[in-house]
């Protein structure tokens, strides 16, 4: 499984703002800590912001603050909201192509195994890998 550059630095921000979620982060801190452009990190901002994990201001003071608890949030809901629309394989796609339609025993196997991924993810939360302060590294040995 490989997930796209957009969910990898969404999860990257999650666990951050998990690290202290009472705390604003403005986007300019967030997208210079983890490398990332802020036109990028804004994209994933929107994204979270729309389905209500994190609120955003905008502003002096803005950024962005967590809407829900760290132990509420599974990582596998997480995974399903930032790769939605974003399928496994091309034959996943309503009307993709597959010229080996009915003779192919692989995209049952594909599914299971994404759903298994999605499961595990699951069993995990937001909390449960909470990043700590960079310059805090004994916190983030959990």
Known sequence: MRLTSFTDYGLRILMRLASDPDQVFSTTELAEEFGVSRHHLTKIMQKLAK????????????????????????????VRILEEGKVLVECFETGG???????????????????VFLASLDRSTLAD?????PGNVTAAVR
């Open 129 to 133: 890998v909470a990043l700590a302060s």
């Open 97 to 115: 192509d597959c010229n080996l339609d009915g003779r192919c025993g692989l995209k049952s196997r594909l599914r299971l195994a994404e759903t």
């Open 51 to 78: 389905v209500g994990i994190v609120q955003t201001r905008r502003g002096g003071g803005g950024g962005a603050i967590l809407v829900r608890p760290p132990a509420d949030l599974g990582l596998g809901e997480i």
